[in-house]
């Protein structure tokens, strides 16, 4: 039977379930397979690889891994610059179209279930508009994006200064539907959608909807599953090995160039805990815990979080045993 050729793959999973090195492996194949002699370029849906310096941390592939095969989203922000979902979902988008018209296969790869939502189901785009011209367009896109900065730090000291509870009231004055949306109260999410709310004077529900961008591609996704168990003992070894190779020394080099220890890219795990050893908040033993803990944590969230699509394919077994068994499937139909 002649392969099918997808528009769009992704492996997805757990962190240390071995998504990278099973993308390098399937990369290897679908490259030299002749039925598949198509080229891969990586498209790595995860929030953190993104930023530079971050790297013994965020568990980055290896500069000889990312020469092999191209990577797209590492080392492409610096550590004080926002990158959300939406952002990523954009770019992506725009790279996955270039990639395919030069005949080659995007793959994503990474365990940001938000990231990979917006970009293989649509995201929120509120750039598209109608303007007589390109400069025109550009110029109401910036003056967008200033308004929507200059609200987001009123936000940020309305809720240093109160908490989030009045800014809930507002939402659910103003929007509800974002709301009731946000019911668990997400400080995040709340003040996004009323810092656009107050810089436009649309309700960010209202914006979703009329600003829908979709996919322009199909995707089909290959999960790996791991037995928790050997899954939490990777975790442990994982975060022990951070710490011998250099996390803390890798944190202090991003502080001491003068990043604060609040910018979101360093409010993770494994940063987090290594910020607090360095202020002496935390033996170094007491940090190697607290990341194996959190990191189980945020392991069990994205097991949840992929566990309610109906549309991933799980695999169980070595990198190499799994891609060989994805590049047998995408032999067969969907």
């Known amino acids: 039977m002649s392969p099918q050729r997808p528009d769009v793959i992704a492996i997805v999973g757990a962190t240390a379930s071995g998504k990278t090195a099973t993308s390098l492996e399937l990369a290897f194949l679908l490259g030299l397979h002749n039925d598949f002699a198509f080229p891969v370029e990586i498209i790595s849906a995860d929030s953190r690889q993104v930023y530079r310096l971050l790297d013994i941390g965020t568990a980055k592939p290896s500069l000889a891994d990312r020469a092999a095969v191209p990577h797209h989203f590492i080392d492409e922000r610096n550590p004080d610059e926002t990158f959300s979902a939406g952002d990523f979902a954009r770019e992506a988008s ?20 938000l990231y990979i939502q917006a970009l293989t189901e649509g995201f929120f785009d509120d750039t598209l508009t109608h303007e007589a011209s390109l400069d025109d367009a550009t110029q109401v896109a910036h003056l967008r994006k200033k308004a929507l900065q200059d609200e987001r730090l009123r936000l940020q000291q309305e809720y240093a200064a109160h908490g989030i509870q009045p800014l809930v009231e507002e939402l659910r004055q103003h929007d509800p539907i974002s709301a009731q949306k946000y019911a668990d109260g997400n400080p995040r999410r709340i003040m996004r959608a009323l810092e656009y709310y107050r810089a436009t004077g649309m309700r960010f529900s209202e914006a979703h909807q009329q600003y829908h961008k979709p996919a322009g591609f199909t995707t089909r996704f290959f999960g790996i599953h791991v037995e928790r168990s050997e899954l939490y003992r990777r975790i442990n070894i994982r975060s022990q090995q951070m710490f011998d190779n250099g996390l803390l020394e890798e944190t202090a080099v991003v502080l001491a160039r003068g990043y604060s220890p609040n910018c979101n890219a360093l409010n993770t795990v ?65």
């Open 94 to 113: 725009e790279r996955i179209a270039d990639i395919r018209r030069r005949g080659n296969i995007p793959i994503i790869v990474g365990g940001a279930g």
């Open 270 to 334: 494994g940063y987090k805990e290594a910020i607090a050893c360095l202020h002496g908040h935390l033996s170094k033993t007491q940090a190697i815990e607290q990341i194996q803990l959190h990191t189980r944590q945020y392991a069990k969230r994205q097991l949840t979080w992929f566990r309610r699509s109906p549309h991933i394919e799980w695999l169980t077994g070595t990198p190499d045993s799994i891609a060989h068994e994805i590049l047998t499937r995408l032999r067969n139909p969907f």
